[in-house]
């Protein structure tokens, strides 16, 4: 397994997380859980649900396959990166001149004039998904030669540019705030895309692009190309199901109480901290190693990896899932209750958290074991798994949305989780899973959850009793 490489990953990450948690605590403040941060939240939810989805690996599960695949890589590159960005294109143009349509299928709930409101930066904020893309198609070239750091580094960017737009208008009323916010969002985007041009030139990518560029129209890629769209729309449903069931999530958020949909987006922020950092950056640099091991019928060495990883993802996730439930309150406290967050905003955002949480350590694992899905090109198997989760959670959301209002929504989600974790591991294979689950670390995986529990829990009760 390479530790370094999932270590520099993790490493980059990180830095990314802290800077984003930085601009989300500066948002918190100058925002509160208000109806303008809802509206930003709404407006930066479509563009952002397709950067997890791409950035997260959706893409790069169905791309990285048919690219080390492929007879003519650059050919084959060139053919995709083209027809994404020209779709992607015409899609942003549209919603630039007719906004107020897409608003409304992203907050059923709210009335015409909030929607109208919204709906100018929903136009801006959406450029970012072209931005993203081309970002996440240039990363997955760097996957391929094992470079990690550029791409693990470069939302950090996003983060900076939010970051010193806060700073600049944090004291201008909500309004100039939140379009200094989407507008930053656009120049956080370019400068991602000019740092990874400038690692893809430096590791002579470029040159794979230029060729592909020249000898585009070569006729024998065009059953290369069939192939990848046969796997892309499945891959992308497969491994979306977090994402899309979070937007819906803001969507259904739309029906409650005012501040909702900020009470998700920032819990949801620290939940993702753990996932990426752990879950995330492991799955990232196995996947290329995972997919050339199975194309070459090299399955012990495959699977070695996978058991390594199991072990490595379940105590750290594992840790971080026990932390998360019982360190909520001190958590949100400390990122958070400042300005125009108050404190029952931030109860409301303790509880949404907790039930995020639940699911923190099937998610990553789900993460893991669908790898092996993907690299042997089971895409549309785990679509059929997706759905599945998805029709959960959704159910679980609209049974429990009323009574426990958005907490109920996170807790649908983590529902769906554990059953995304249980169907994918069937599909890879029971008799392996209880392989790896009945070796003498399951004992000290379940000792070291209830030693770190009740330390948790003792150390939770003591800077409660600080903070009160």
Known sequence: MQLKSIFTNS????????????????????????????????????????????????????????????????????????????????????????????????????????????????????????????????????????????????????????????????????????????????????????????????????????????YRNKKDVKEENRNFQSLFLPGILGNSTPQVSAFIDTLLATFLMTGSVSFLFYANRIFQLPLALIAIATATVLFPAVSKALKNNQEIEAYVNLDKAFWLLAFLLGAAMVGGILLAEPIVWLLFERGKFTQVQTLETVLVLQMYMVGLLPFGLAKLFSLFLYASHRHLKAAKIAVYSLITSVTASLILMHPLGASGLALAGSIGGWVLFIFTVKEVGTERFMDIVKSKKSLYFIAMIILFSILIYFVNSWILTLMR
């Open 11 to 214: 490493l980059g990450i990180l830095f990314s997380r802290v800077t984003g948690l930085g601009r989300d605590v500066l948002m918190a403040s100058a925002l509160g859980a208000s109806v303008w941060s809802d509206m930003f939240f709404v407006a930066f939810k479509l563009p952002n649900l397709f950067r997890r989805i791409f950035a997260e690996g959706a893409f790069t599960q169905a791309f990285m396959p048919s690219f080390i695949a492929s007879r003519h890589k650059g050919v084959f590159a060139t053919a995709i990166f083209l027809r994404f960005l020209l779709f992607l294109t015409t899609i942003s143009l549209l919603i630039t001149f007719f906004p107020e349509p897409i608003t409304k299928l992203l907050a059923w709930g709210w009335d015409s004039e909030q929607i109208a409101q919204t709906a100018p930066m929903t136009a801006i904020n959406f450029w970012y998904l072209d931005l993203i893309f081309i970002v996440t198609f240039l990363a997955t070239l760097l996957q391929y030669k094992n470079h990690f750091a550029t791409t693990a580094m470069s939302t950090a960017l996003l983060n900076i540019s939010m970051i010193t737009a806060l700073y600049l208008y944090m004291k201008e009323d909500p309004k100039t705030v939140a379009y200094a916010l989407s507008f930053a969002v656009l120049i956080g985007g370019t400068l991602q895309v000019i740092v990874h041009l400038m690692a893809l030139k430096n590791l002579t990518l470029h040159k794979l692009l230029i060729g592909g560029w020249k």
